[in-house]
């Protein structure tokens, strides 16, 4: 196959998932990746799967469909939570390579049944951990792998998320599992290759304190040794005011590195008031280029047939801080991990 | 046609020009702009005709078949600059959408025979000031409108290019005709509806002094006034050494709105020398989005057959002024612009 | 007394402590603060006294004569930290007023004690929180109190030395009884008058292993939970390469604050390598503002014959936070404070 | 004299002047220079004279009786702008060393004359440029000196100012005899030693058009080319809604360097508009650093019995080009600088 054959024949992708995410991904993949093709969605919700096939001239089909569909290459799993592990497993035992949204299942043992399916496939595996992809982050990674601030000694990184728009339907432990889980991969990246020793986390229901009972807790801090020494904090709540709001710092021997900045653009007002920025309002905006980037690497992985660079070994590592984190907040103690991913 | 047929067809684009930008365009088109298929590229060399062709699936063809290919709905131009008007004049009088790269001709005159000749032939005629569609700048331009700092009085654009390769390939005049002219549509454009009055620029041979005899000016400063009493400054020069550097600044009678820092990411470092922050090295990588937003604009302005919001009478407009500067440098005295573009 | 008499009659100082910050405090209240007259300086080596007092224009006593001394009309202990309560006690019962530097004491006796025989004496009794009086500090609280971001739930402060020159003088847990002391007045303060309920701690000898045994740590992070629900974390380190790092970062309900920037000034130099600002390379430099303000508001509050805006009472609410840390790394575990200063 | 005995006897200051300036000038002396000690304050109008001195501990005299008090060592003028050589004059004449708020005077004549009656006198006479003694411009001219950014090119100054309180009261031309001045000299001073050559100005009436016919010019902009050169912009307006902006950017062959932000302090608030940082309200505020240093190299200057570092040289160099800019705009041509101050 020659270059602009490769060109010509992106790599056709079948998204699992309608919902806010999954309408993201769907106009990511359409219109910023032309390395792939989005040639189906499958949602159990068929309406919901038939629109927003229409609108990216797709077919509609049910995952059990597309899982079978011999024209699907890859599948895009941006279901709800619960079900990524069964999907992810159908989807790799069909021979289909895998991007699974985070987290990639709930349990370890989850996650570690979908690594060895797709290890028993061959396919290629990979966890929506878009922050690496984020230009910020992704500089910020390759100055310090270069050296530039010698060994991390203290690391933090934050999710401020606009807003809680519906308490009720938040399960219990998502700003560990779904939130944090982010920053825990940050983090861990950051760090890499050292491995965390001990957590301690601390949450509690600041936000919408009558969801409490029911098991909703919306602010949060962890935090995690290394066994490098490093100290690492990682912070979340469900509703900040003024927009998403995800930052990164890493201080070393030899200097600090610091990502984000929430800023919209580099336009800058001034007034009576004083000098103002307008901020990024949510995490499609504020990350679109660590979506996109994302997307782009999982098709590259696909058609190189290697492993992409963030695999489920990653999902399994960051979910493993995030259980330390509910049995810190379980027990009012810090936790060690003494089995740790290797 | 369905909204899902019109995704499915985009607008077929020939390019005219394989040189750096036209090789950008070409990689913009392909593999940013869903709304555009890029199906043939011509240039006078051949092979460089060929080759961009190939890495993009697309024909190779002459200038003339490609304004003849019934296949080719628009084509895009970024061929040598003394070219455009003629490969403008020979596109739309075939009946194709015209984008062409700034500056569209180097007279008056040729100018309006491109405006009258697309306006016969009822097609779009865009020209390529992508600064408009920057983030930054369409930012800046959005709260100016929006009253948000009152009338403006003062206003200032610069651009200064990383570096001059080959000053001895580089025409008379080009600080103004080829870039300034960028600064002199932002300027007009950020001071909508008003219109210039009297122009007075310098300019000198700072960077690359011994080709000041040969014509070659690589540095100028230019006022203008304008009839609603602003008064502006433009600034170029070609040998940054810090990277491609473009800002505008407006400051009117409640405020002021400043665009561009030049500032590759957000991402900070801290060492032994300070904080420091890596800055955007060429035109393309700071201007990306805006290199892609004016292609998405002009494939919307195809399919809806409408004018695009930036035309052939804002070529004309950034002209005038272009003009007026050389008079100005060529005079040594201020110069009044009499008749203007209405 | 009119006020001119009040202009020409400044407080007459006594320093007691002629070491690397008592300097910076005679040269301040010698150059900067004119409601302040230092009149004699005290310090164990008679010749660091006597040459710190011949610099000013004071005289050199000893700390008897200095209490002693009914010129002296207000004291400011900078002296070893394990003189500073029998200091206190003696100036204050000779009825001076008394600015003692932070840590007024190492446990809560001691602080309770000077406490009681300033209120005895009746005489002002300030300790160096210094940050308070700084102007990006000064403003995040002022914009708190205001409310302009609400509600406090996550709060950040942190302190990064650029050099630890003399690791074998540094006392045991000075990280909390020094360095994190002042972070924990901040969060204190910024977040009144919410108390602490429990605190956790990790820290670790990075900068200089070889000492850890010892028992110096030079690398800490610490986790408040407070009765407000707000979770705070601070952090501190002893080798920051880029300067002396103080910042701090307040998020509520509403909003968020951040002070400080590290920076020197807001002169950037873009070159080859991108734009940079030079950072401040140490307290002094960094909180010259705050060092003179601190003195003015002690002088005020002594001729105004009234307690200073930050007392021993603050000293002993943040001393409480810094032995729960003490405590916490002893054992652990995180620390319940059952019994705090009111 | 020994060092002690130079702190301890401080340089007798006479102010002449008891305006807003001078009101400021007697403030910063008083509180923030121990090296002078403000002893006498003369002002046309008795009262305020005597207001002044009251609350300072100064006494009150006629300007003659300040300038024959043996007691005063040194003046400070701050008096209405026609009285500054007449009033300079004098008190050379009687042997005091003078600092002269800008502009020395209106005439090249009249400045020449200041600078002979002082220089044969042997006293210092300093003129009131404090913005080369402001942390951001001092570090940037450092920096340049040091070659940080090769030879400069492209410069630019500008004054922005709050607010036009009393427009009936503005003498013509104040815009760039008095405003604009400030910037002439930074251009100058950035620039040195290069000597300007050719100067074209632009002003209106933009702010308060109903006082044009009176003369009253409130925006401006010139351009100011150099005999190495470099081009040179300087902007003023009278009514920035946003606070008081001093800004400068000096672009070279091998690098840039910009000073000043307007920020008041480092703290930034976020809240449901985005990022909002306060700015400097009025030329005190923003340079109360420079107002300081200012005085501080005088009195040193007079101690020392040199010259100071900005003179009446520094002042005619700055006039010069005013006295440019004006013929410029009444010529609406640019203005060849021939006789030049060397």
Redo the contacts between chains.
């Keep these: 196959m020659t270059?602009?054959?490769a060109?010509?024949r992106p790599v056709r992708v079948g998204l699992v998932g309608a919902g806010r995410i999954g309408n993201s991904h769907a106009e990511v993949l359409?219109?910023?990746v032309?390395g792939a093709q989005l040639v189906a969605v499958a949602d159990p919700r068929g309406d919901a799967a038939q629109r927003l096939a229409?609108?990216?001239?797709a077919r509609a089909l049910s995952p059990a469909e597309l899982f079978d569909d011999p024209e699907v290459e890859a599948v895009v799993i941006a279901a709800s939570v619960d079900a990524h592990v069964t999907l992810t497993e159908a989807a790799t035992a069909a021979g289909k390579a895998v991007f699974c949204e985070k987290p990639m299942g709930l349990t370890l043992a989850e996650i570690d049944r979908s690594i060895s399916v797709a290890h028993a496939a061959g396919v290629a595996l990979q966890v929506g951990f878009n922050r690496r992809f984020s230009?910020?982050f992704a500089?910020?990674h390759r100055?310090i792998a270069d050296g530039?601030?010698?060994?991390p000694?203290?690391l933090r990184s934050l999710t401020?998320d606009p807003g809680l728009a519906n308490p009720a339907g938040v399960p219990p432990w998502t700003v560990f599992l779904q939130t944090l889980i982010h920053d825990f991969d940050t983090l861990l990246w950051l760090n890499q290759p050292a491995r965390p020793v001990?957590i301690?986390a601390?949450a509690?229901a600041?936000?919408a304190?009558e969801y409490k009972a029911a098991g909703l807790l919306d602010?949060?801090?962890v935090?995690i040794?290394f066994d490098n020494?490093?100290?690492a904090?990682a912070?979340a709540?469900f509703?900040?005011?003024?927009?998403y709001?995800v930052r990164a710092e890493v201080?070393g021997?030899?200097?600090?590195?610091?990502?984000?900045?929430?800023?919209?653009?580099?336009?800058?007002?001034?007034?009576?008031?004083?000098?103002?920025?307008?901020?990024a309002r949510s995490d499609v905006e504020l990350f679109i280029d660590g979506y996109t980037a994302e997307f782009v690497e999982f098709v590259d992985a696909v058609r190189e047939k290697r492993s992409p660079s963030v695999t489920g070994v990653d999902a399994r590592r960051a979910l493993e801080v995030a259980l330390g984190c509910i049995e810190s907040v379980q027990t009012?103690?810090?936790v060690r991990l003494t089995e740790q991913t290797r």
Excluded at 54 to 57: P, Q, S, V, Y
Excluded at 148 to 151: F, R, S
Excluded at 239 to 243: D, P, R, T
Aim: hydrophobic share 35%; glycine share 14%; net charge negative.
């Design positions: 270059t602009s054959e060109i010509a359409a219109r910023r032309p229409g609108e990216f001239g230009r910020d500089e910020a100055l530039a601030i010698g060994t000694q203290l401020r001990s301690y601390v509690d600041l936000v304190p602010t949060a801090v935090v040794t020494g490093a100290i904090t912070e709540n509703s900040a005011s003024y927009g709001d201080f021997s030899g200097g600090m590195i610091t990502a984000g900045d929430g800023r919209r653009s580099a336009t800058v007002l001034y007034d009576r008031a004083g000098q103002h920025v307008e901020t009012g103690a810090p």
